[in-house]
């Protein structure tokens, strides 16, 4: 079995925290997908990898009838009563293998298209759309902007020393500057892309809701319990003695919005 498809396999272990703490969306980038992607209110929406429901219920507001498909059995029962008195089906299962019978006005995928093969993904999405349908694809990054939060330089250390600091040749994201897909969704011959914007953002931890997060990150779910409790000791020592006992993250996002080729090459 790969890497990713062991990682990918992770994030049910995290469902309870996953709603909690992983960040909302900004809602302009959902106005921008709607506007892009043309959609009207009743419009049969599919999405990849739904986890919990943070990318699935501002969408089930604005009207949407959202079908979903998630991997984790633990993950796909939260986002089924996360959900609930929405038009929402979540169904347990890998995206790759869906079948859908009436097609769909839009795929989406909020931090799970990465997940998946790409070899497969583009041309099920593909299947399942309707003529002149939609694909959107966007994730989350961290970014760090002029002024950020020192705290992620200073634990760098840490890591390193249990095992687990960056490559050499890591390059730190600056907002607006997450790397982007078209070239990939181009590149599978069945979709033109529309729409690619940026966007950024502030959140602040407590420590303990910062340790939170780090749970539901398939690399320190990955990690052995010593690497865990080293980590997170430090980090708890190391924020209990700043003013505020907090940390600042800056999130970053880039939506793909693309329409289904017709007539694909």
Same mark, same amino acid.
């Given at each position: 079995?790969?890497?990713?498809?062991?990682?990918?396999?992770?994030?049910?272990?995290?469902?309870?925290?996953?709603?909690?703490?992983?960040?909302?969306?900004?809602?302009?980038?959902?106005?921008?997908?709607?506007?892009?992607?043309?959609?009207?209110?009743?419009?049969?929406?599919?999405?990849?990898?739904?986890?919990?429901?943070?990318?699935?219920?501002?969408?089930?507001?604005?009207?949407?009838?959202?079908?979903?498909?998630?991997?984790?059995?633990?993950?796909?029962?939260?986002?089924?009563?996360?959900?609930?008195?929405?038009?929402?089906?979540?169904?347990?299962?890998?995206?790759?293998?869906?079948?859908?019978?009436?097609?769909?006005?839009?795929?989406?995928? +909020?931090? &799970?298209?990465?997940?998946? !093969?790409?070899?497969? #993904?583009?041309? @099920?999405?593909?299947?399942?759309? $309707? =003529? /002149?349908?939609?694909?959107?694809?966007?994730?989350?990054?961290?970014?760090?902007?002029?002024?950020?939060?020192?705290?992620?330089?200073?634990?760098?250390?840490?890591?390193?020393?249990?095992?687990?600091?960056?490559?050499?040749?890591?390059?730190?994201?600056?907002?607006?500057?997450?790397?982007?897909?078209?070239?990939?969704?181009?590149?599978?011959?069945?979709?033109?892309?529309?729409?690619?914007?940026?966007?950024?953002?502030?959140?602040?931890?407590?420590?303990?809701?910062?340790?939170?997060?780090?749970?539901?990150?398939?690399?320190?779910? +990955?990690? &052995?319990?010593?690497?865990? !409790?080293?980590?997170? #000791?430090?980090? @708890?020592?190391?924020?209990?003695? $700043? =003013? /505020?006992?907090?940390?600042?993250?800056?999130?970053?996002?880039?939506?793909?919005?693309?329409?289904?080729?017709?007539?694909?090459?």
């Amino acid at each position: 079995m790969k890497k990713r498809e062991e990682l990918r396999r992770t994030f049910g272990q995290a469902a309870a925290l996953y709603e909690r703490v992983r960040p909302a969306y900004p809602e302009e980038l959902y106005d921008d997908l709607v506007a892009a992607a043309g959609l009207a209110a009743g419009d049969r929406l599919l999405e990849v990898g739904c986890a919990t429901g943070k990318a699935t219920r501002p969408l089930a507001r604005r009207g949407f009838a959202i079908s979903c498909v998630e991997l984790s059995p633990a993950l796909a029962a939260a986002a089924r009563e996360n959900l609930a008195g929405y038009d929402v089906t979540v169904t347990e299962g890998e995206f790759e293998s869906f079948a859908a019978g009436e097609p769909f006005a839009l795929v989406y995928a +909020a931090t &799970a298209w990465h997940w998946l !093969d790409p070899a497969v #993904a583009f041309s @099920r999405a593909w299947r399942v759309l $309707r =003529p /002149g349908g939609h694909l959107a694809i966007w994730g989350q990054a961290h970014v760090f902007p002029d002024g950020g939060d020192p705290f992620f330089d200073e634990i760098q250390a840490v890591y390193e020393a249990i095992g687990e600091g960056l490559p050499s040749d890591a390059v730190r994201t600056r907002p607006g500057e997450v790397a982007d897909e078209r070239a990939a969704i181009e590149a599978s011959g069945l979709f033109s892309v529309e729409l690619v914007r940026q966007y950024d953002w502030e959140r602040v931890y407590a420590a303990e809701e910062y340790i939170d997060l780090l749970r539901t990150f398939s690399g320190h779910i +990955a990690m &052995a319990g010593w690497q865990r !409790d080293k980590l997170f #000791a430090e980090i @708890r020592r190391r924020l209990a003695g $700043r =003013p /505020g006992h907090s940390v600042r993250r800056h999130w970053g996002s880039v939506l793909h919005v693309a329409r289904r080729l017709d007539n694909p090459s």
